[in-house]
Every structure is written in C-alpha cells, then in structure tokens.
C-alpha cells in the first residue's frame, strides 16, 4: 500500500547480470512499483526466470547500447513519459529490505524541497585510515560531501541522524522526484561506470536539497561481472575526475587539491601494496593517469578497457 500519492517508478540498469537482476527482482517482489530495465545485455530479459514480476505490477525492458549515464537517461525520459513522479534508481546487485519504495516516498511527501532521497547501504565497508585520507583531502568527517579535490565522502552508512542533508548520492541506492530535477540528466559524456551519481548528485544539489533517510534500506552486493581492471580504473578514474573538478571549480572544487589527494592516494596504495591484492597495479594505474593528464589534458570521456 502506498503511503504517498507520488506514482513510483524502479529503474535497474542492467547488462549480462542474470544471478543478480534475479535476486534483486525478488527483493522488489512486494514493493509497490513497476519496475523498468534499461537493459544492455545479451541475456534474455524476458525470460520468467530471469525477471520475476512483482505481484500486480509491470517489469517493462527497454534495450539500449552499453552505457551506463544513457541507461539512466532513458529511464528518467520514460518515467516522464509515462507519468511516474519519482524515479528509484538501483543497481542489479542489491538487495532491498521490505517496504523499501514507501519508505523513499514518504520522505519526499514529508520535505516537498527535497529532489533526491537516498537509502542506508547496509553493508557499506568502514572507512579504514580516516585521519590519514582527511590530511590529503580524500576523506571527511561530514557525511555526502564533495571535497574540494572532488573526492565524495560517504553519505550513507547506518546510523542517523535523518533526514541527513548531502552533497551526492549512490547510484546503486538513489531515488530522484522529477518536478524537482527540471531539465538536469546524467551526462553522457562519461562513458564509465563510475562517478555518474557524484556528478549527477551534485548538480542537482546546487539547487535542491538532497537526503538520505535511514528508513529506505538495501544491500550492495557488487557483482564482478563487467567490471574494468584495476589498473586501467585507476588510469581513466585520474582523467575523469581531474576534468571534472576543472568544469566545477565555480563550485568550490580546487585543482590543487585534486593533485593533493592523488599524491596520498598514490602514496596509501604504494604503502598497503605489500598486503593488498591489486594495489600495485591500482598505483600504476595512478601514475599513467596523472601523466595522461600532464601530457594530454583531461577528458570526462576518456574511460579506457
């Protein structure tokens, strides 16, 4: 039963996610919305068994070429099409908890300024060396914030209080109300599937509020399915978000400081390569993104596979 006359709309990006878009169906099961798949895979998505219907609601698939901020976009343009208010985005790896969709609408019924809800990830990591990450501008004590260098703190580990006003929020965990996003979309420049909710979040944050509300909860479970290797993340990552801090410094964000934080980055990983699988190659990847950018410029579209 809904607790808001706002019409609710899930939106799952999915590609080649079959064990995954399946177990998160089922979590869906009694919540009540339609579920859209924007849908990039080769997996049959009409397949029963691989999209169990939601009890008396509709899964509809749009197909789409691979990429991640279009998805995302065809969603928002079909909601609107279709007369939904509010756009529930999560990823095909989660998991949500009961009464999940009521819970991000009543949010919005509570705080008519509020544009975008986001839920608590259940098992959301800690954050380990805090005041080390905090020194080179990667990590605060404010929960959802965007730092200067364009780093994102974490907006929606447990533990209150709420709503919790932020900067941002996760792309596998977000619901947006269209009448309060106008004409802002995701931009589609970015051809990763990375950092599209960062951006997105923020800019609508520079007009609405954003929040995250304790009552709308889920589990991330990330898949390894499509999923780019470390090194070449860490190349392209450097790229992307240097180019992004350069567009937003009207906003507050600082290329000093995004230097400042890749040379603790750099140095974290160097320093924890002994004990953790793969951050050798992570630092590589740094030093070969930091040089692109020296040699080359920065470029939001420059994802490399």
Sequence with gaps: MLTSALKPLVVICTKDRPDELRRCLTS??????????????????????????????????????????????????HAIANGYDVVLFMDDDVVVEPGYVNAALSVFARNP??????????NEPPVHLVRVKAFFGLWSTRPGVVLPSGRNVVGHFDGGPWPRDVEWLSGCAMSYRLDRIGELRFDERLMAPWGDDVDFG?????????????TARLAHYPSPVGRTRVGLQARSRVSVLHAWVLEHRADGLRPRAFWWSLTGELLLSLLLAPVRRGNAAFAGGLVRGAWDVVRRGSDRSRWLR
């Design 28 to 77: 869906l099961a009694n919540e009540p919305a339609d579920v859209l798949l924007v849908d990039a895979g080769t997996v049959d998505p009409d397949d029963a068994s691989v999209r169990p219907s939601p009890a008396g609601h509709e899964v509809l698939v749009i197909r789409t070429p691979p990429q991640l901020t279009a998805q995302r976009n065809v969603g928002i343009e």
């Design 113 to 122: 300024d509020v544009a975008g809800v986001g839920a608590v990830v259940t």
């Design 202 to 214: 923020f800019r609508v944050s520079r007009r609405r509020r954003l929040v995250v509300d304790g």
